[in-house]
C-alpha cells in the first residue's frame, strides 16, 4: 500500500460495535479483568493503552518496522533508546544535532557512564576512525543535520555498522516516513520527536521509537514499562491525526522550502543557505538516494549576529519561535534556543553561529513568506 493511504487511515477504528471511525481516546488509567487470570489483553495503561497502541501500530507500519511506540516527547523516546546501554558502553554520535539530544547525553547519560565521540557522520570515514573496537556499540545519526542540514550516507554508515555487528539509530524528525524510512537501509531503531511533524500542529508533544527487530521490540517495550515516560491517550490521539495529513503537509512545505531557499540564495544579505534540494548542496546526491524529498527545514547564514537579530525582529508573519514541522512558518536562533547548550567552543568548530538562523518552513502561500523575509532584510 502507498504511504499516502496507510498516512490517511492512520488509527481508523475498527470497533465493531459502533462503527466509529475515529480510534476513541480511552482515557483510563486501568482496565477491568473478566475473572481472576483471565485479561482482555488490557491491564494498566503504562503497559498499554488502546490510544496509545494505535499510534505505535501506525508508525511502525509508516517507518516499516516490526513494533512503535509512543513517549510523552522526543526527549522521553531518546532516553528509552539510550537505556538500551550499559556503563563503559561507546556511542558514535553526529556532531551536528539537537541541542537536547547532545545535552542528554552531557548531562545525563555520561554520568551513568556512557562515552560518546561526536563525529561528522556525514563523513564515513571518520566515522569508521571513531569505532572502539569492543566498546562502540552504536551509531546515532541526525539527516538531515539540525542545524546545518548535512547529509549522512546511511548505506555507508550501515556498511560500517555491519562489520562491527553495531546498533544503527536514526532520528528522522526532519524527514518523517513520508520521506525516508532509515529501517529500509538495515538501520535498527528510528526515533523521532512527534511534536514536529507528526503531529504538524504546534499543540502537542510527543515522542516515537520504531525498532526493526522482534528483539529490540520486546526491550523497549520492557524499558517504556518500566521507566513510564509514556504518550496519554489525548496527546496519542492528537499526533494520530496530524498524521493523517501528514503526506499534503509536506508536499505544501517543501514546496515553500524549495522556493524559499532559492529566492535566499539569490538574496544579498544572505552568506549561505543550507538545504539538500539546492543542487550545489554537498549532500544533495546522497539524500535524492536514500528520500524521497527534501523536507521543509533549512538554514542560512547573514553577514552578523546584528542581522540575525534584525531579522527575526522585523519579521511578522513568520514567527520567532523553537520547534517545527508545524502548519505555521518559524524562525530559530539555534545559538540562543535549539542549541544553547551546546558550549560555544563546540558550536564554533561545527559552524553554529551567531549568523546562523534555521527556518521551519509552513503551509502558508510562499509568496507572503517571501515578502515577509524580503521587508525583515532591507536595509
Ligand atoms: C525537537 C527534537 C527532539 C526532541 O523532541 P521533544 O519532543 O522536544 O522532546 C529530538 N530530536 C530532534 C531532531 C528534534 O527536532
Not at 302 to 310: Q, Y
Amino acid at each position: 500500500m502507498k504511504i499516502e493511504t496507510i498516512l490517511a487511515h492512520a488509527g481508523l477504528c475498527t470497533d465493531q460495535i459502533t462503527g466509529a471511525i475515529s480510534t476513541p481516546i480511552y482515557q483510563t488509567a486501568t482496565f477491568r479483568h473478566p475473572a481472576v487470570g483471565v485479561s482482555t489483553g488490557y491491564d494498566y495503561s503504562r503497559t498499554i493503552n488502546p490510544t496509545r497502541q494505535a499510534l505505535g501500530k501506525a508508525m511502525a507500519e509508516l517507518e516499516k518496522g516490526d513494533r512503535g511506540f509512543a513517549f510523552a516527547s522526543g526527549m522521553a523516546a531518546i532516553t528509552a533508546v539510550l537505556m538500551l546501554f550499559s556503563s563503559g558502553d561507546h556511542l558514535i554520535v553526529s556532531d551536528d544535532l539537537y541541542g537536547g539530544t547532545y545535552r542528554i547525553f552531557e548531562k545525563n547519560f555520561k554520568q551513568l557512564g556512557l562515552t560518546v565521540t561526536y563525529s561528522d557522520t556525514s563523513n564515513a570515514e571518520l566515522v569508521k576512525r571513531a569505532i572502539i573496537p569492543g566498546k562502540t556499540k552504536a551509531h546515532f545519526i541526525e539527516t538531515p543535520s539540525n542545524p546545518l542540514m548535512k547529509i549522512t550516507d546511511l548505506a555507508a554508515i550501515m556498511a560500517l555498522a555491519d562489520s562491527e555487528r553495531l546498533l544503527a539509530i536514526v532520528d528522522n524528525t526532519f524527514m518523517t516516513p513520508y520521506l525516508q524510512r532509515p529501517l529500509e537501509f538495515g538501520v535498527d531503531i528510528v526515533v523521532h520527536s512527534g511534536t514536529k511533524y507528526l503531529g504538524g500542529h504546534n499543540d502537542v508533544l510527543a515522542g516515537t521509537v520504531v525498532t526493526r527487530s522482534p528483539e529490540l521490540s520486546d526491550k523497549i517495550g520492557f524499558i517504556q514499562n518500566s521507566t513510564g515516560g509514556i504518550l496519554g491517550p489525548q496527546d496519542s490521539w492528537l499526533v494520530l491525526r496530524g498524521l493523517k495529513t501528514l503526506a499534503l503537509r509536506i508536499e505544501k512545505q517543501q514546496e515553500n522550502a524549495q522556493k524559499i531557499a532559492e529566492w535566499l540564495t539569490k538574496n544579498s544579505k544572505v552568506k549561505e543557505v543550507h538545504y539538500p534540494g539546492l543542487p550545489a548542496h554537498r549532500g544533495h546526491r546522497v539524500h535524492e538516494k536514500q528520500s524521497a524529498g527534501f523536507g521543509a527545514m533549512l538554514s542560512f547564514r547573514v553577514p552578523d549576529s546584528g542581522w540575525a537579530e534584525r531579522i527575526i525582529n522585523r519579521s511578522k508573519l513568520i514567527i520567532f519561535a523553537e520547534s517545527l514541522g508545524g502548519v505555521e512558518t518559524l524562525i530559530t536562533y539555534p545559538v540562543r534556543q535549539t542549541h544553547g547548550d551546546i558550549p560555544v567552543e563546540i558550536r564554533e568548530k561545527i559552524g553554529v553561529t551567531d549568523d546562523l538562523l534555521r527556518l521551519s518552513v509552513g503551509i502558508e502561500h510562499v509568496d507572503d513568506l517571501i515578502e515577509d523575509l524580503e521587508q525583515a532584510m532591507a536595509t
